[in-house]
């Protein structure tokens, strides 16, 4: 992306979760992009009744590194092409609709989430994989199968990880991991009590904990040390948007796996090569 995107679906996003003053500066914001772009804090706390100080405090919020930082975003933001938009599905809707409506809504998650990636948290997430000696990735329903897809790309790189449905064989996983192994909880809505309580086992463990759940402040995030977030998907009535999250979370996964696989570059080699060796025994003939 040549300009820093991203403020408004944050803003979209977190709205509901911020204090009343930062909330009407968030609002004002959304309601007029453009003419913030030229305002300073003093007044844009003027116009959305509140006061600079509220502004800044929502820069913090949104984890920007200022004003400067969130004008910047709102202007690429009013530079993109944003004729995507989530769409559902209706009764006896033809096939090509169908098509073009999941690819727009799958598209228009990514972008989102790629635009509000946190370079910081994404940095010390691949810090903490690559000195793990073991990983643990639970999920449960939609995320459990990112979980599942996850735990098979690091093994193919010769990262010992683990991913089980059942919550009892996670949590004994999760009880002989050590201080700088990896617990990550995958979470669309952030709330999922059994993911939450995995989290905070591991946590209170001594255990390097990531979560993965919509953008904003949610149970998970509040308890892992580190915070991956995809964006927070309109769901629409039929809610094929949940569709678009899944999307989302393996969108985050995939950039994860790249990240570490880029820092031992030469290990990864070694190891994709060492792993489609192993699997080329199943081939017909051999």
């Known amino acids: 992306m040549t300009h820093k995107q991203g403020a408004l679906t944050m803003l979209r996003d977190m709205s509901n979760d911020l204090p009343l003053s930062e909330k009407k500066v968030a609002e004002y914001i959304l309601e007029k992009p453009q003419e913030v772009i030229n305002l300073t804090a003093a007044e844009i706390g003027k116009y959305s009744g509140t006061s600079s100080a509220a502004v800044i405090r929502l820069c913090k919020s949104l984890g920007l590194k200022g004003l400067q930082d969130l004008k910047m975003r709102i202007h690429g933001d009013m530079k993109k092409n944003d004729s995507i938009a989530y769409r559902d599905i209706k009764a006896d809707e033809s096939q090509e609709s169908v098509v073009q409506k999941i690819t727009n809504n799958n598209i228009k998650s990514i972008m989102e989430t790629s635009e509000i990636m946190n370079f910081q948290a994404l940095s010390a997430a691949v810090d903490s994989m690559l000195a793990a000696q073991t990983v643990c990735f ?149």
């Open 138 to 286: 639970f999920g449960i329903g939609a995320s459990g199968v990112v979980a599942k897809d996850a735990q098979q790309k690091f093994i193919r790189i010769n990262k010992n990880s683990q991913c089980f449905e059942d919550q009892h064989l996670t949590a004994t996983v999760i009880g002989n991991m050590k201080c700088k192994d990896v617990m990550m909880g995958i979470s669309y809505s952030g709330e999922t009590l059994e993911v939450i309580k995995l989290l905070k086992f591991a946590k209170d463990n001594g255990i390097t904990t990531i979560s993965l759940t919509k953008y904003g402040k949610t149970s998970l995030s509040e308890i892992a040390d580190i915070n991956l977030f995809t964006s927070s998907c309109i769901e629409v009535p039929f809610r094929s948007a949940a569709t678009s999250s899944r999307m989302a979370q393996l969108h985050v996964m995939d950039i994860l796996f790249m990240c570490v696989a880029t820092r031992q570059y030469d290990d990864t080699i070694k190891y994709l090569d060492q792993t489609r060796k192993a699997t080329d025994i199943f081939r017909e003939g051999r």
